[in-house]
């Protein structure tokens, strides 16, 4: 009998087995890592209310992950997204003003408000599909250019300014407590409360309350699981890997390339759209830098989560576990008052070693299809 067809020891099977194991869920294992280095190194990380702070943060970038999920699936990248963020957060928050301020009720303006700011955010992804799919501009370009593009556009609408300001109070009031709000409460002397706080609280109930399932993370909840749903279980999901494994095959199988990478930039700049409108909710205001800040980390929190940046592979819950992975980095690093800036230098490395376990499983795959 040959080498090439000696049946592997069970050793050396169990080996391969285990370092596959460790290949496919090392993201998960880290994330509980972390959580357990910090609740016993840094002093309230292990909190109800830490807890549900680092998800409330994870919203941007989760949401920006999910689109961002997709285009790199298909072997893209879609560099323009933080700017839609900035972009939908802008109009949402002008248009909700501008309706409330012109007499209109709280309740309709914020729905036509949510509305505009979603229907904005499709055109910079319909021009980048365009681009890409029937230009045949590189994704890298033609997003990079959108990047530029949306920058100055939503400056323009806040001459120049970083916010969007003059909302009435009782529209703040409002967007706050959706935005800052949760469905459970846990106040002290009270226990569970749904909906709404108490308005009776004393100063000591006050400080004391724990959000447990806040508002935005319902949200982020509910689009992750319809996303992930459709990457998972449906055509449209199939062939998205297939684009990004074969782009040439994808087309000979009878596979409408051009249509369907369109659609893919489409939804990536929609799910920042609805990451703009968290935005407004949160904050009470809209922003042109809504979402720089979390480009990158939505590249990362993909990269983190295991997908290929070659395309064909990648889950939409490994992308939120990329983005936890970087919340609890922060927030720990915050906790153990140690310099913001090391977080960077952290994530950097945790990016690479990402790209190297990917690489590794690759090989051990190819090692399985080889015995």
């Keep these: 009998m040959s ?38 190194t840094g002093q309230g990380f292990f909190s109800v209310r830490n807890f549900s702070n680092i998800l409330v943060f994870s919203t941007l970038v989760i949401l920006m992950s999910i689109g961002q999920n997709y285009v790199i699936i298909t072997a893209g990248i879609d560099l323009s997204i933080g700017w839609t963020v900035g972009l939908a957060s802008v109009i949402a928050a002008r248009t909700m003003r501008d309706l409330a301020l012109g007499g209109m009720e709280v309740t309709p303006a914020i729905i036509i408000g949510i509305v505009a700011g979603l229907l904005v955010s499709l055109i910079p992804g319909i021009i980048n599909g365009v681009l890409i799919a029937l230009v045949k501009v590189p994704p890298f370009i033609a997003t990079l250019g959108m990047f530029g593009i949306i920058r100055g556009a939503a400056f323009l609408l806040t001459d120049g300014q970083q916010v969007v300001g003059g909302l009435p109070q009782n529209l703040r009031d409002t967007l706050s407590a959706f935005g ?49 749903f459709i990457l998972a279980r449906t055509q449209f999901g199939r062939h998205t890997y297939a684009i990004g494994g074969n782009l040439d095959a994808a087309r000979r199988v009878g596979i409408n390339v051009n249509r369907h990478l369109i659609i893919i930039y489409v939804l ?104």
């Design 3 to 40: 080498a090439a067809t000696r049946p592997k020891s069970t050793a050396a099977s169990v080996q391969d087995n285990v370092l596959d194991f460790i290949a496919r869920f090392w993201s998960y294992l880290f994330l509980l890592a972390l959580v357990i280095f910090f609740s016993v």
């Design 268 to 371: 990536s700049a929609f799910t920042a759209g609805i990451a703009g409108v968290m935005h407004v909710f949160r904050f009470t205001a809209g922003s042109p830098l809504a979402g720089e800040a979390q480009l990158l980390s939505s590249v990362a929190a993909v990269v983190i989560g295991g997908t290929s940046l070659f395309g064909g592979a990648g889950k939409i819950s490994g992308g939120v576990i990329g983005a936890l992975i970087i919340a609890v980095l922060t927030t720990g690093l915050v906790i153990l008052n140690i310099d913001q800036l090391w977080g960077f230098i952290v994530v950097g490395v945790v990016i690479i070693i990402a790209v190297l376990v990917n690489q590794a499983q690759s090989l051990l795959e190819r090692r399985k299809t080889a015995h």
């Design 180 to 228: 800052n709000g949760s469905l459970l409460y846990n106040v002290p002397e009270m226990g569970l409360v749904w909906f709404n706080r108490p308005p009776e609280m004393t100063p000591l109930q006050l400080r004391g309350t724990d959000m447990l399932v806040p508002y935005p993370v319902i949200v982020v909840a509910l689009v992750a699981l319809v996303f992930g």
